[in-house]
């Protein structure tokens, strides 16, 4: 049992290029999240799901694009990658809302991304 | 908005007790989390408690939850020097992965 995989680790792109990052979940999970983490800060919420086919912003979405055309993944865009976009990536997974302890999320290892 | 706020470090001896501390604004949180993240690694959840409670032991894991105050707090009794990592807190209203979380405390056990 895998849990939550990200593709790829680690990934350095130039300024102006593109790039989708890869979030897998092999629990059968609706909710799925993205966000970055900044040194010496706590995780920031760029774009979540709560099912197949849906998406929402979350608190920091400028620059990213997401798509869930699969239950079991979640892709997170970057259409013009930007300097400030350095950071480390996580996608977490959690079951639907409203089941007690199940709302436990899980998170991946992270991509740690650099643009320069 | 949602504020989570945490002291940076927490340096401590082997053996001794650790208090982490964390506050937070929105009355509405439902769900409180303790998280901790290895070096490289991803976030892991450690426990957690139910606004409707204040205080849940778990092993040497201690939470107490003063809501009044907006006020939460992790023990680690007999800290390890397997317990070096950062520490995050976070709150959300209906479920774990759309939450709210602190910069994270680092905790440094020296032998």
């Known amino acids: 049992n895998a849990g939550v995989t990200q593709t790829p680790k680690f990934r350095v792109l130039k300024t102006g290029q593109s790039m989708t990052l890869l979030c897998a979940q092999d629990?059968?999970?609706?909710?799925m999240y993205w966000y970055r983490q900044d040194p010496g800060m706590g995780l920031r919420l760029i774009h979540y799901?709560?099912?197949?086919?849906?998406?929402a912003k979350g608190e920091v979405p400028d620059g990213y694009n997401v798509s869930r055309l699969k239950k079991q993944n979640f892709l997170l865009g970057l259409e013009s990658a930007a300097p400030s976009q350095t950071s480390v990536y996580f996608c977490?997974?959690?079951?639907?809302?409203?089941?007690?302890?199940?709302?436990?999320?899980?998170f991946g290892q992270g991509t740690r991304l650099t643009v320069v | 908005g949602e504020d989570v706020e945490q002291s940076l470090f927490l340096s401590v001896r082997e053996g001794d007790s650790s208090v982490i501390n964390c506050t937070y604004t929105?009355?509405?949180?439902?769900?409180l989390y303790w998280y901790k993240q290895e070096p490289g690694a991803g976030l892991q959840l450690l426990t957690y408690?139910?606004?409707?409670?204040d205080m849940k032991q778990d092993q040497r894991l201690t939470v107490l939850l003063n809501k009044k105050d907006k006020h939460l707090s992790l023990r680690i009794a007999d800290t390890q020097t397997g317990d070096s990592a950062i520490y995050f807190c976070?709150?959300?209203?209906?479920?774990?992965?759309?939450?709210?979380f602190g910069d994270g405390t680092t905790l440094t056990v020296k032998p």
């Open positions: 799901s709560v099912g197949e086919g849906t998406t």
């Open positions: 976070a709150e959300s209203i209906t479920n774990a992965g759309k939450s709210t």
């Open positions: 629990m059968n999970h609706e909710y």
């Open positions: 977490a997974s959690s079951y639907t809302a409203g089941q007690g302890m199940n709302t436990e999320a899980f």
């Open positions: 929105d009355s509405s949180s439902t769900y």
């Open positions: 408690i139910f606004s409707n409670m």
